[in-house]
T-cell receptor
Framework: AQSVTQLDSHVSVSEGTPVLLRCNYS??????LFWYVQHPNKGLQLLLK??????LVKGINGFEAEFKKSETSFHLTKPSAHMSDAAEYFC???????????FGKGTRLSVIA | GAGVSQSPSNKVTEKGKDVELRCDPI?????LYWYRQSLGQGLEFLIY????????KSGLPSDRFSAERTGGSVSTLTIQRTQQEDSAVYLC?????????????FGPGTRLTVL
C-alpha cells in the first residue's frame, strides 16, 4: 500500500521569500513521486516527478524537490516565492506502470505581497 | 496538440437524477483514469482503464457509479440516483502506456452539484 502525508494544510509566505512544502511518503517498493499544482478553477498541472534517477528533481517555475529515502520525504522548495505561485499543491505517489495515483490532501500556498 | 477534455464543465442536478460525465483523452493514450475531488476528502481514485483490459473499479464508492470506455478512447462516467454527497469535481486523466513511469495529464474537470 502506498500513501502520502502532506504535513501542512496551509502555508503562507511573503513574496520573495523561500517556499517549503513538506511531504512524506509510504511505499512498499521504490515509488514514483510527483508534485502537481492546481490554480483556482484550473486543471492539475505536473510540476515535477521523481522516477529513481537523480534525487534532486527540478521542475517548472523554479520549483525543485529532493527525494530522501532515509527520511521517506519528498519536500518541494522554491528559493523565492512569486504571487503567481499561490495555488494548491499536491504530493503524489504511484507504483510502477500505469497504476492510479495516490494523492496527498494538498497544501494551499498563499503568497503575501 | 489538444489536451484531455471533459464535458460538461458544470452540472447541476436534482437528487435522484442520473448524470453522465464525458472524458476525451489525449489521442494515443491507452490509459484513462477517473478521480473525484471533494471538500474534506481530497482527490480520490475512482476507476482506471488500460487498453482492452478489464477496468480497475476498486475506487468506485458505490454501485450507483459506473464507467465505460468505448473504442479505447472516449469514456463516460455515469452516476445513477445522485445523492448530495456526490457533489464534487470529477477529474479525468490519461497517460501513455509504457514501462517507465508515465505522466498523467488531467482534464479541467466537471463540477457536479446535486441539489
Amino acid at each position: 500500500a502506498q500513501s502520502v502525508t502532506q504535513l501542512d494544510s496551509h502555508v503562507s509566505v511573503s513574496e520573495g521569500t523561500p517556499v517549503l512544502l513538506r511531504c512524506n511518503y509510504s511505499s512498499s517498493y521504490s515509488p514514483s513521486l510527483f508534485w502537481y499544482v492546481q490554480h483556482p478553477n484550473k486543471g492539475l498541472q505536473l510540476l515535477l516527478k521523481y522516477t529513481s534517477a537523480a534525487t534532486l528533481v527540478k521542475g517548472i517555475n523554479g520549483f525543485e524537490a529532493e527525494f530522501k529515502k532515509s527520511e521517506t520525504s519528498f519536500h518541494l522548495t522554491k528559493p523565492s516565492a512569486h504571487m503567481s505561485d499561490a495555488a494548491e499543491y499536491f504530493c503524489v505517489v504511484s507504483g510502477s506502470g500505469n497504476t492510479p495515483l495516490v494523492f496527498g490532501k494538498g497544501t494551499r500556498l498563499s503568497v503575501i505581497a | 496538440g489538444a489536451g484531455v477534455s471533459q464535458s460538461p464543465s458544470n452540472k447541476v442536478t436534482e437528487k435522484g437524477k442520473d448524470v453522465e460525465l464525458r472524458c476525451d483523452p489525449i489521442s494515443g493514450h491507452t490509459a484513462l483514469y477517473w478521480y473525484r475531488q471533494s471538500l474534506g476528502q481530497g482527490l480520490e481514485f475512482l476507476i482506471y482503464f488500460q487498453g482492452n483490459s478489464a477496468p480497475d473499479k476498486s475506487g468506485l464508492p458505490s454501485d450507483r457509479f459506473s464507467a465505460e470506455r468505448t473504442g479505447g478512447s472516449v469514456s463516460t462516467l455515469t452516476i445513477q440516483r445522485t445523492q448530495q454527497e456526490d457533489s464534487a469535481v470529477y477529474l479525468c486523466a490519461s497517460s501513455l502506456s509504457k514501462r517507465e513511469m508515465n505522466e498523467q495529464f488531467f482534464g479541467p474537470g466537471t463540477r457536479l452539484t446535486v441539489l
